[in-house]
């Protein structure tokens, strides 16, 4: 039986030593604070926002929320953005994305500045994540896989590891946090031939998937003993939530796996704060 990397401790560590970096500031007179910035309602922003505020109370930091109508123009919320900018007391912000269709969301992410993205929107994030340096901050859900990798004690160096899923906010960060630590890489897309695909799949020691498809990958598409790191949030035919990994087939061949749900999300909203509490110390 393969061993199941569950989210809830992961988040709970790091939340603990967030705590700790929040006393401390706290004792200097700074209290780490977010901004959200919503447009509209939507289900998944307002689940995903209810989340953000729970770990920000039990870690201690402050939140100011945005909240605009789906309507709202460019202009307005470039203007909004350009305040929170100019506000020495919010740290870090959180923007919900896709924007809607009538706003430029490139040019609004790219109006954000850098040092205050949180969740990697902006170019002077992504040259850090790229570069290897510490310039702005990862995505979030990118680096909730390092800190599950960490936290159970998987070693990367010289490991091989398949990415399924290309997008900047999961499989091309990862990459990059991935080789970073001496692993080496392959990622395929729905561009990759499908014998590639499989070949991929069954050969690595690490399988992280983010492909945003109920059950995709199955038993035929993994080898033996592997981690997998099921970073996909679906619905699957029954209506019940489910990752990218056929878990059924998956987890009888696997060293160790990620449930969903229970994995990775968990540890988001952890590393948000966290991102937070960095930036209100610089």
Request: hydrophobic share 40%; with cysteine; net charge negative.
């Given at each position: ?16 030593r ?7 500031l ?26 953000a505020?729970k ?7 402050q ?12 202009e ?7 305040k929170?900018?100019?506000d ?9 994305r ?14 954000l ?24 901050y ?15 004690g998987i ?10 899923g ?17 692993a080496?890489?392959?990622?395929c897309?729905s ?12 050969d690595?020691?690490?399988v ?21 790191i ?7 035919e029954?209506?019940?939530l489910?990752g ?12 160790a ?7 990775v ?12 509490i960095?930036a209100?110390?610089?």
């Amino acid at each position: 039986m393969a061993e199941l990397l569950k989210g809830g401790p992961v988040a709970k560590a790091i939340t603990e030593r967030n705590k700790q970096a929040v006393s401390e500031l706290q004792s200097k007179g700074i209290t780490p604070t977010l901004a959200i910035v919503r447009l509209g309602e939507k289900p998944g922003d307002l689940a995903y926002e209810r989340g953000a505020l729970k770990r920000a109370e039990k870690t201690g930091v402050q939140v100011k929320q945005f909240v605009f109508p789906e309507e709202m123009t460019e202009e307005a919320l470039l203007d909004e953005i350009g305040k929170i900018n100019q506000d020495d007391s919010i740290h870090g912000v959180l923007m919900f994305r896709p924007l809607p269709k009538h706003i430029d969301e490139k040019k609004v992410c790219e109006a954000l500045a850098p040092e205050k993205d949180m969740d990697g929107i902006t170019s002077g994030s992504m040259a850090g994540v790229f570069m290897d340096s510490p310039i702005g901050y990862p995505p979030c859900t990118a680096e909730a896989v390092m800190e599950m990798l960490d936290h159970y004690g998987i070693v990367l160096k010289g490991r091989k590891a398949t990415i399924f899923g290309r997008s900047l906010v999961i499989g091309k960060p990862v990459a990059m946090m991935l080789m970073a630590r001496h692993a080496t890489i392959t990622v395929c897309h729905s561009r990759t031939k499908s014998d590639d695909f499989v070949e991929a799949g069954r050969d690595a020691d690490i399988v992280i998937t983010a492909l945003g498809r109920a059950k995709m990958i199955g038993a035929d598409k993994l080898g033996e003993e592997q981690i997998i790191i099921d970073v996909g949030i679906n619905v699957d035919e029954e209506g019940n939530l489910c990752g990218d990994v056929d878990f059924a087939e998956a987890e009888p061949k696997a060293a160790a796996i990620t449930p969903v749900p229970g994995g990775v999300g968990n540890v988001t909203t952890a590393v948000l704060m966290k991102h937070v509490i960095r930036a209100a110390s610089l």
